[in-house]
């Protein structure tokens, strides 16, 4: 489990009534240091190697931080769900580039 879902679990654990009465009082502190934390976390740069389509030259290697890498993924899934839920799409092979259903 990444460390990110596990200090998000154990944030919504320990919010929880039921374990509410079993955590020793401790000022309030757990929930800050466990923010800094997963800013920490997702502010940690990584690098892909990225195979670039088309190229002979192989792949090319792209630096960011967790948090632009999952904004990244997540702009790709909705462009590839947004082409994928269309009725209809433009060609201009077709018959004088009409819509193709």
């Given at each position: 489990m990444?460390?990110?879902?596990?200090?998000?679990?154990?944030a919504s654990?320990?919010?929880?009534?039921?374990?509410?009465?079993?955590?020793?009082?401790?000022g309030?502190?757990?929930?800050?240091?466990?923010?800094?934390?997963?800013?920490?976390?997702?502010?940690?740069?990584?690098?892909?190697?990225?195979?670039?389509?088309?190229?002979r030259?192989?792949?090319?290697?792209?630096?960011?931080?967790?948090a632009?890498?999952?904004?990244?993924?997540?702009?790709?899934?909705?462009?590839?769900?947004?082409?994928?839920?269309?009725?209809?799409?433009?060609?201009h092979?077709?018959?004088a580039?009409?819509?193709?259903?």
């Open positions: 990444p460390v990110g879902l596990a200090l998000m679990f154990a654990v320990a919010g929880s009534p039921a374990t509410a009465a079993a955590q020793p009082v401790t309030g502190n757990d929930g800050v240091a466990a923010q800094k934390a997963y800013d920490d976390y997702m502010n940690e740069k990584v690098c892909e190697s990225i195979t670039v389509t088309g190229s030259l192989g792949s090319r290697r792209f630096c960011a931080t967790r632009e890498w999952a904004a990244r993924r997540l702009q790709d899934r909705q462009a590839i769900d947004s082409l994928q839920t269309r009725l209809c799409s433009y060609t092979s077709g018959a580039g009409k819509p193709a259903c």
